[in-house]
């Protein structure tokens, strides 16, 4: 048994009677788990057990106890979340609040964790996640981004994707951007190196920034203390981020064998997020989008699902550290269903379902820049707790039913009070 400094007048909480997956293990073991203030004071495995000392005791009667899961790739301004779908035009002023709202949705599903990958307004942003770790409102802790900086244009929305070599280098206005996002105290900057295919059709592999720029933004990055996430399909564009100290690649999609290997060198300082939910979802759930383009837009999401799947085994194996989640929050994908991608993970890129688990809990608090606080049930670290009710090692699945989660901490702090399991002949299917 591992036991920090016992903290008597703090409030405690010992949960008893639960299975831990602590995050980085090949499965869960029978403990008992301590919450002491906002941190994990005690963890006992198998027949040890952990005196209450006066600690409220929550008999979590089998069910298992994990940590809260982190979303990699999270856009709280998309918009759409489970139980609130927007479409069209809205004003700042609606963007705010509807952030505020999905932020909430996102914990009422178990993350406690959000490493945001562009927002509509860096401020508004900013001040979410202020106000989520103050405890004003309801949210998962917040890593803030600038909005998605798309070369030739810094206008959200525009979507014209300008190839680099169809304009000058514009070293001055991205070294700009970097240090004014960083002054509006966002975490992260986030530039889009190439187009999307699933935006506008045949852009993927256009790249948009210059060497020189991207260059520029690492070093303005490195002075003004934020981190650079980037949008990248392509092999020149995944070398340009590699070369230039990009912490996080998004997408990753294709490759080549150079770009690997650079990949492979930099796997300490560097996270990968695939975003396969929305790729999926183009394809199995979102009957719209087979009309579009004749069917070319949808044979072509096809064929990327192909490729991820034999990509993200080698990915892997190379050690890449691979995080789910991405691009939730449009209508056919919203906010609520992240915990999707951790299921993929598993059944179309070969991951063990422990091993997914990790990246969603253990990578997040790396990715969440928290690596020695969070992400994993360990004596010291922040509890940001979940009781799922059944075994999320033998399926992975039962993360997305709300139901399931029993429980939800974050910080110490209920945002769900522990609930009764339900009976499990009731749920067998
Ligand atoms: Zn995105």
Not at 52 to 69: E, H, K, R, S
Not at 107 to 136: P, Q
Not at 222 to 244: F, P, Q, T, Y
Not at 263 to 290: C, K, M, R, S
């Amino acid at each position: 048994m591992e036991r920090s400094e016992p903290g008597i007048s703090r409030p405690a909480t010992l949960f008893t009677n639960v299975a831990v997956f602590d995050g980085d293990g090949p499965g869960s073991y029978p403990g008992e788990v301590l919450v002491e203030g906002n941190r994990i004071a005690a963890v006992a495995r198998d027949d040890e057990r952990i005196a209450a000392n006066g600690a409220a005791i929550v008999d979590g009667g089998g069910a298992t106890l994990m940590p809260g899961l982190v979303e990699a790739h999270a856009h709280l301004g998309f918009g759409s979340s489970v139980d609130r779908v927007l479409r069209g035009p809205r004003t700042p002023e609606q963007m705010l609040l509807v952030t505020a709202h999905t932020a909430k949705v996102m914990l009422d599903y178990g993350f406690t964790g959000a490493y945001s990958a562009g927002s509509h307004s860096a401020a508004a942003e900013v001040a979410l996640r202020d106000d989520i770790a103050a405890g004003w409102l309801p949210g998962p802790r917040l890593r803030a981004c600038s909005f998605e900086r798309e070369a030739g244009s810094v206008m959200e929305g525009t979507r014209k994707y300008v190839s680099y070599d169809r304009r000058q280098p514009d070293i001055d206005g991205v070294r700009a951007f970097v240090r004014d996002m960083a002054a509006a105290g966002v975490d992260s900057v986030k530039l889009v190196l190439t187009g999307d295919n699933s935006i506008v059709p045949g852009t993927s592999l256009t790249g948009l920034y210059h060497d020189a720029e991207i260059r520029a933004a690492g070093e303005a990055a490195r002075d003004a203390g934020v981190w650079l996430n980037v949008h990248a399909h392509s092999a020149e564009a995944i070398k340009m981020a590699l070369r230039h100290g990009v912490r996080v690649i998004y997408h990753c999609t294709w490759p080549d064998e150079e770009a690997l290997d650079l990949l492979e060198a930099y796997t300490d300082e560097i996270f990968v997020a695939p975003t396969v939910g929305l790729n999926w979802t183009n394809i199995h759930a979102d009957p719209n989008y087979a009309k579009r383009d004749n069917g070319a837009a949808l044979k072509e999401q096809i064929g990327k699902f192909d490729h991820l799947r034999r990509l993200l085994p080698v990915l892997r194996k190379r050690g890449i550290r691979l995080l789910p989640g991405g691009d939730y929050g449009f209508p056919t994908n919203p906010i609520g269903r992240n915990a999707h991608d951790i299921e993929l993970f598993v059944t179309e890129f070969g991951f063990r379902p422990a091993e997914a688990l990790t990246a969603a809990t253990k990578l997040g608090g790396e990715i969440m820049g928290m690596a020695d606080e969070l992400g994993r049930i360990k004596s010291g670290y922040l509890a940001d707790l979940l009781l799922v009710d059944g075994d999320p090692l033998r399926d992975v699945a039962l993360l997305q039913d709300s139901n399931r989660l029993l429980m939800i901490m974050k910080d110490g702090k209920y945002h769900k009070t522990p609930q009764p399991r339900r009976r499990l002949d009731a749920h067998a299917a």
